[in-house]
């Protein structure tokens, strides 16, 4: 199932459409970003909320609550979405099959049952983030054996170790979910399952943030590669790319990205798979211009999605996860729909 775009070989969009398209995101954001700061359990008037920004208000608890619990908030939304949905890209490109993203590969899986794990187990000078950032990257590299045959790395392996990773998984953390009986345990566990922004902290945003910064340099540096691949192996390889050393490497580097975002957000699911098609019907399938966008697209995209789950149900919380859940399994489903008949298989 190969990624497909309508632009063909010619996929570099035009800059003024690209640039038109980057405009129109970066308004999105910049509205849901001050919507998210305003708008919640209190309610804050936009003057004050542009007030605290500038500096210009006085202490208060309007002033603590756009700088010290909302703006962190918002900006890991940024940070976390623009991520998954850039991964989201990258590995799509990398395993030519639309329907991957960063959790299609077991990393989700592997940050939750690290996390539940120290949480369950009490290991005493472990964090619960440190504990999901071993997880990720252990299934990263359980993935990337089990993928690999020697030297050579199929894609349809690659999918299918990323699947039974994820499986096996997610059955030990809703095992220690039943067997749990501490209710703190309990919503620890949901939270690295479900999927939530509310830890978000000024001190959490640091190393997610410098990670996001270098692996969007890194891998706008590797556009051109990537848009070997969209020729197929063959094609890609007679142009002088080495596909299998260059898959290793990038899927490493995705991976690491991936595992850093989940320690700070649980497993948010689909956004790594939604935005990527987005942002490729907008621009077309070249990454110089489809990495930015997805990244743009991403940020916008969680921003409004914990808007939404913070303010649907209020006072009570819904996890942002849940509600990319509920919008990406309908997504993925017309996707699959879409493939099939791409491929000349009736859905």
């Keep these: 199932m190969p990624v497909r775009s309508s632009a063909g070989p010619r996929a570099s969009a035009a800059p003024l459409r690209c640039a038109l398209v980057c405009g129109v995101l970066a308004a999105v954001l ?5 919507a998210g700061l305003a708008l919640g359990a209190a309610r804050i008037p936009l003057p004050d909320v542009l007030a605290a920004l500038t500096g210009r208000a006085r202490p208060g608890p309007f002033t603590t609550i756009v700088l010290d619990v909302r703006l962190p908030r918002v900006l890991l939304a940024v940070v976390v979405g623009a991520g998954l949905a850039l991964v989201g890209a990258v590995l799509q490109a990398l395993v030519r099959n639309p329907l991957a993203d960063p959790y299609l590969l077991g990393i989700s899986s592997g940050a939750s049952t690290g996390a539940v794990l120290v949480v369950v187990l009490g290991v005493g000078a472990v964090s619960m983030e440190a504990g999901a950032f071993a997880g990720a990257l252990l299934a990263m590299v359980t993935v990337y054996a089990m993928a690999r045959s020697g ?6 392996r690659l999918v299918l170790a990323g699947v039974a990773v994820q499986y096996v998984l997610s059955a030990l953390t809703s095992l220690v979910l039943v067997t749990s009986a501490e209710n703190e345990h309990l919503r620890a566990i949901l939270f690295w399952t479900l ?6 902290r000024w001190q959490t945003l ?4 410098l990670v996001l910064g270098a692996g969007l340099v890194l891998l706008l540096a590797l556009a051109r590669p990537l848009d070997l691949l969209l020729v197929g192996e063959e094609g890609a390889t007679v142009l002088g790319l080495d596909t299998g050393r260059f898959r290793a490497a990038s899927f490493v580097l ?8 989940v320690t700070v957000s649980g497993a948010i699911g689909f956004v790594g798979l939604m935005v990527p098609h987005a942002a490729r019907m907008a621009v077309g399938a070249g990454h110089r211009a489809l ?3 997805s990244a743009l697209g991403g940020a916008a995209f969680l921003v409004l999605a914990d808007l939404a789950a913070r303010t649907v149900a209020a006072p009570e919380e819904i996890p942002v996860g849940v509600l990319t859940a509920l919008t990406g399994g309908p997504f993925f489903l017309w996707l699959l729909r879409r493939t099939r008949r791409a491929e000349g298989v009736m859905g």
Aim: proline share 6%; aromatic share 0%.
């Design 30 to 34: 910049v509205t849901g970003a001050l």
């Design 151 to 156: 030297t050579a790395m199929t894609t349809g």
């Design 195 to 200: 999927g939530g922004l509310g830890q978000a």
């Design 206 to 209: 640091l190393l997610p943030a």
């Design 254 to 261: 995705a991976s690491l990205v991936t595992a850093v975002l």
């Design 291 to 293: 990495l930015p966008v």
